[in-house]
């Protein structure tokens, strides 16, 4: 009788949870949410969190190779902004329940995820440019829907990420046009870069949404308010006539303006290339996570100071 009563009670505050979402009303941490909702909100939002953190290694690569001191101030911002979402997105993460170390303890031991394009080389400069116009590209369309997500502190994060990392897509896509203005060999540079960037940018918006198992539960929630094919779309569409206005071409031979869409038809992503790398074996897994592994221990003294400094602090006070 009362496991009944439990369940029906269970039934009553789930509707009752839809139906603020389904009205557009926004989760706060304190409010009642289904054990599954708060789990693959932790599941997205510490993903990201690790994407950010990881994602400032290949960069950190050309900190001291970038071609001049204005180039190196900028990519040294950058860098630390990347730090500085990652941070955010922890801290938002936080109101799910999990603390941070618990979340990096799953990314050290393999358990979570991070973003399946930073596990791939930056071989030239132009990389830099690549990445900030392709990868912070994609990251914005996905984010600026983000923003409007049902989950109030991801959302917020959102809106603050998403201003920075315009002026990271603005930095990227401008050393890429720079190049493009340069000589024959800094033009290929550029080209070479768009070559290798351009699919695993396209793959960083997940799987078809066909195979996509966790959209169906995000989509209800409005965690996800577009699918992943949708927004592949709008970044294709978007990134294509960037590409044309600084004569780089985009390495998809099938790549042509349909107009009866209004969209770009593109050719097939190579899924079992982006299976390979989530499972671990792209080309830069095991190096990241090395990297990662070690700054985590080189970190340790600082860690415990701060804590030894907090704990002397809050007892003076
Ligand atoms: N990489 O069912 P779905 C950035 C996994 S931030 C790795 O479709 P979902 C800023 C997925 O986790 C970039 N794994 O999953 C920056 C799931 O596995 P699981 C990060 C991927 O969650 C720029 C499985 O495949 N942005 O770049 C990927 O509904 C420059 C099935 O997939 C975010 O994280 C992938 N690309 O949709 C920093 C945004 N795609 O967990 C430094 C927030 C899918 O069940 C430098 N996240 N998987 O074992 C999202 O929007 C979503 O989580 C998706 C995936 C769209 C990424």
Redesign the pocket.
């Known amino acids: 009788m009362s496991q009944n009563v439990a369940s029906e009670d269970l039934a009553r505050r789930e509707a009752e949870f839809q139906a603020k979402i389904d009205a557009g009303q926004v989760i706060e941490p304190k409010d009642w949410m289904p054990e599954r909702y708060r789990k693959?909100l932790l599941?997205?939002?510490s993903?990201?969190a690790h994407?950010?953190v990881?994602?400032?290694l290949?960069?950190g690569n050309w900190l001291t190779r970038a071609p001049s001191l204005m180039r190196k101030a900028v990519l040294l911002a950058?860098?630390q902004d990347?730090a500085g979402?990652g941070l955010y997105i922890y801290s938002g993460a936080e109101t799910l329940g999990m603390n941070r170390s618990e979340m990096i303890d799953q990314l050290l031991s393999g358990q979570?995820?991070?973003?399946?394009?930073?596990n791939y080389p930056t071989l030239n400069w132009a990389d830099m440019g690549a990445?900030?116009w392709l990868?912070?590209g994609?990251?914005i369309v996905?984010?600026t829907v983000?923003a409007k997500c049902s989950y109030g502190p991801y959302s917020r994060a959102m809106i603050r990420i998403c201003k920075e990392?315009n002026f990271?897509n603005k930095q990227g896509y401008q050393i890429m046009a720079y190049m493009m203005r340069g000589n024959k060999a800094q033009q290929e540079m550029a080209q070479d870069a768009m070559n290798r960037f351009w699919w695993p940018a396209l793959?960083?918006?997940?799987?078809s949404d066909k195979?996509?198992?966790?959209?169906g539960d995000?989509m209800k929630w409005k965690v996800?308010l577009q699918s992943?094919d949708d927004?592949r779309q709008r970044f294709i569409d978007r990134t294509v006539p960037q590409a044309e206005a600084i004569g780089l071409t985009i390495p998809d031979p099938e790549l042509k303006w349909n107009p009866q869409t209004r969209h770009y038809d593109h050719g097939e992503i190579n899924w079992a290339e982006?299976y390979e790398?989530?499972n671990g074996n792209g080309p830069c897994n095991k190096l990241r996570m090395k990297q990662r592994r070690d700054a985590h221990e080189n970190g340790t003294w600082v860690r415990e100071a701060a804590v030894a400094y907090a704990k002397k602090k809050s007892a003076k006070a």
């Not at 979570?112 to 930073?118: C, E, R, V």
């Not at 195979?211 to 959209?215: E, Q, Y």
């Open positions: 693959q599941r997205m939002m993903q990201h994407s950010e990881v994602g400032m290949p960069e950058k860098i990347e979402h979570a995820k991070y973003s399946s394009i930073f990445v900030g990868v912070d994609a990251a996905n984010q983000l990392e990271h793959m960083m918006f997940g799987p195979d996509s198992p966790n959209s995000l996800k992943n927004l982006f790398v989530i």
